[in-house]
């Protein structure tokens, strides 16, 4: 039988694993039966780089699996198959509690480090459950529920930002005065005597998806991850916290980072030649402070003009183009980029990862935004780029410092890179050009 806490760590059982777990600088000790329970995981490839060998080994598989599901086109389910084994309820309820706890005193609550980890919770749970046998998954499903409902009830409005995502319609939803009904107990207490030629039961399971009910609970969890997060890390400035929790966060700072910056294809691991500004891998490191900025994500206003104005032109012309100012030709990106393969694999990649860092992540409210990045390339009013539309909208050119302050004034930040510019390419291109010069030293 599925514990509860193996899809809701956050559950009175998770709880009481948490409270009798011990001296906390066990984590970073070799565990036989964490050990045990991996290598004897079904499909669970062998090796010494797969297998976690104690719970702060564990933790950063959690997280490099985070990682890969979500980047590596070549990912192997394989490599991390004991992340699926509910023998491996405990300790993956621990190093669930060490992860909230590293990532709340490490990160901001609205990090993209700490939007990975709740994300990759829910995706967790979404996996596990699929493992589960449907008999004992409708089980553990109204278990967990119970467990996990406000005030006896969810209400619909709990889930506005999953529906406002798209992941779950409202018409998918069967609401009664505010509450969501998912459980079975609840839909007949409320709605048995109204049936009269039908079977309550059968109406039931007709209306109530097994899916919907699974999102929802996976949603439901993710939320109360957030809470928990924000909880811990209001609290981190009042209590002491233990230094294998710190130890974590530490190495999560790295380790985030370096995991992540494997499977970005837009940064050049050094510069370029410079000469009258080449297009080249873009150089993170020569981004002006409003780019950068950027880059990590728009939590306040400014969020869609930021990404799609002003990212989306000045990674474009920086990558492609970056001479553009300089002269006087009319140039589209298939001047530069003639099978678009730069376009596909470099720049909409790093805009599109910044609009996810956004905080709400841009396309999850306003879809629609992918639409205006691709005419902002030129390449007209459609969802993807397509070289037959290429030149239906302007190629935009990248905004100007100016502008920038009057309409984008929270990310005018200015250091020293930014004196006597006026636009941020040309900042870019300054940068990067003293930069490499350096190298080359
Ligand atoms: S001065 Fe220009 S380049 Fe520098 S941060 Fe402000 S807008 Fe960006």
Redesign the pocket.
Known sequence: MTEVSYINPLSNEGRGIIRNYGDLNQIFKEDDSLIEICTHTANQKLSDDYIPKSYHDLALKRIQWAIEKKNNKNFTQAEFEFLTNDELYLQDVVTFHILCQAIAVQFNTGSRETRLFVQSQGTLILERLAKIPPMSRAEIIDDVLDEVKIDGSIKWKSLKDIVASKRLKLTDLLIDRGDIVLQQDDFLNRFADRFHDRSPDRMYSILIGDSVKEQILSRLVMQKTEEYIKRIKEMSSRIEIHPAIIKIGEELKEFIPDETGKYNQYYAGNGGIYGSVQAGKLNPDAF????QETVNGVSSGGRNDAIVLLLTSFASYARLYPRIFASEENVKVSDMDPDLTITENEILPLIFDAADNCTPPLFEDQPQEKINIISKLGFGMHDRLDINHEGETKWYTP???EK??IH?PN?????K??KG????LS?YGRKKFQLDNAQKE
């Open positions: 002006p402070p409003c780019i905004m100007s410092c920038i302050k984008l990310l005018c930040h200015p250091d890179s930014c510019i006026n636009n941020p900042c």
